[in-house]
């Protein structure tokens, strides 16, 4: 067993637990570039940070981990650390969370930003 964290294979089941996460909580969520268009008094916008191979054999691995930045926008500053506790009690078992930040006013969008960084093990090339 390489971690407690869950595999994801591929972009596909990222985008899917990204869908399903967003409709659990009821907060839309955007791939990184497509939120500025958001007009919600809340959104989530997630990218990938990095995707470094496992150890390999032979320079061969199918095994990565991923990290994901999740930043939390909200209109109302306490919204985003309850947001993101939200975020992260649906992760949990599917990812380790890294890194907090914020919240911190955001000039360009008027709302408090909050981000999150969070650590996947993903199998497949």
Do not use: C
């Amino acid at each position: 067993k390489l971690a407690p964290a869950g595999f994801f294979h591929a972009s596909k089941k990222m985008n899917k637990l990204m869908y399903d996460t967003s409709k659990k909580m009821k907060i839309p969520f955007y791939s990184a570039g497509i939120a500025q268009k958001a007009k919600e008094d809340r959104y989530i916008v997630w990218q990938i940070i990095s995707d470094v191979p496992g150890p390999t054999i032979g320079y061969k691995s199918n095994v990565s981990k991923m990290r994901v930045q999740f930043d939390i926008y909200s209109r109302d500053e306490e919204a985003t650390f309850a947001i993101g506790k939200d975020l992260e009690e649906k992760l949990l078992g599917k990812g380790l969370v890294l890194l907090r930040n914020g919240p911190f006013f955001d000039i360009e969008t008027k709302m408090y930003r909050r981000s999150i960084d969070i650590s996947f093990f993903r199998k497949g090339n």
